[in-house]
């Protein structure tokens, strides 16, 4: 599947999701590179939201290695336990973080970053690797972020 994306502009954020999913499970599931998976979703994501900076984060060895990303330049490896990536990996759920500036520990990568989300990809019971949003714009972020990355990340097959 080559062709464009296509998710009305003026949607509603839970309308763009629902938009958006069924056309990244066409483009993934006959795919079986994760890492192109994972750049995909991270372009997809960055163009149809806008946000700041998108990607992945995957477990190698003890840390965080960064995967495909959409954005500036980004931390190369993060430690388990830190910063919102690294809190993620190790509680094995989504972090959502209002203003970063607020979050103990939090890396900046960049400062131009406000707000961030971060979701693991479980596989049998651990995280395999993470998904890390962030947005210049303070709390940008919430349950409906949540859900429906949640379910993006499913559409990864490891």
């Given amino acids: 599947m080559a062709e464009d994306l296509y998710v009305p502009k003026e949607a509603s954020k839970a309308k763009k999701y629902e938009s958006l999913i069924p056309q990244l499970k066409a483009l993934t599931e006959d795919e079986p590179d994760l890492i192109a998976n994972m750049a995909n979703i991270a372009a997809a994501l960055k163009e149809v939201f806008n946000f700041f900076w998108v990607g992945f984060y995957r477990v190698v060895d003890d840390l965080l290695v960064l995967g495909p990303f959409q954005g500036p330049v980004a931390c190369t490896r993060i430690s388990y336990g830190k910063g919102v990536c690294g809190t993620s990996w190790k509680e094995s759920k989504t972090q959502i973080v209002p ?42 972020f919430d349950e409906t972020d949540a859900r429906f990355l949640e379910k993006i990340v499913a559409l990864l097959n490891f």
């Fill in 99 to 140: 203003n970063v500036d607020e979050f103990q520990g939090h890396i900046a990568c960049s400062s131009l970053s406000k707000s961030e989300i971060v979701v693991p990809l479980l596989k049998d019971g651990s995280v395999k690797a993470v998904l890390d949003v962030d947005s210049d714009i303070l709390e940008n």
